[in-house]
């Protein structure tokens, strides 16, 4: 899997809302600093988020951006799907919407199984954790096996 620069700094940008101590929002400029993002890109992000009710926005002098839900019920995918689309997807469509002619047919289910496979991450690190620190023990097992660092080229 790819994981594209708006994936990664909208799941930053959600983070960094859900572990700040203020309760007042935050502005973009402040995440946008603090999390190395340019400020364009994440003004154009913060609104994906907020057209998918993850993220909430207030006008005004003491205005800005915060998470329109508990830290604790948003995932990883929730704001992937919210700037990407589908978390897997084959030439733009579905992985069960996928036909191929012989002998390649079973390849379907790869890309099934695939899906199942980062939905098996995605779906259960929520943004909590990550402002916690505390990730799932089946995550922390995942990325702690050797085979997680082998790169293959």
Known sequence: MRISAKADYAVRAA???????????????AIAVSQEIPLKFLLNILTDLKRARIVSSHRGSQGGFQLARRASEITVADVIRAVEGPLASVHEILPEDVHYPPPSESLRQVWIAV?????????????ADLASGSLPASVVALSSSPEALTVRR
Do not use: C, G, N
Request: zero cysteines; proline letters at 4%.
């Open 15 to 29: 983070t960094f809302l859900a572990a700040s101590s203020s309760a007042e929002p935050l502005k973009a400029e």
């Open 115 to 127: 899906r199942a496979s980062l939905r098996s991450v995605l779906e259960t690190v929520t943004i």
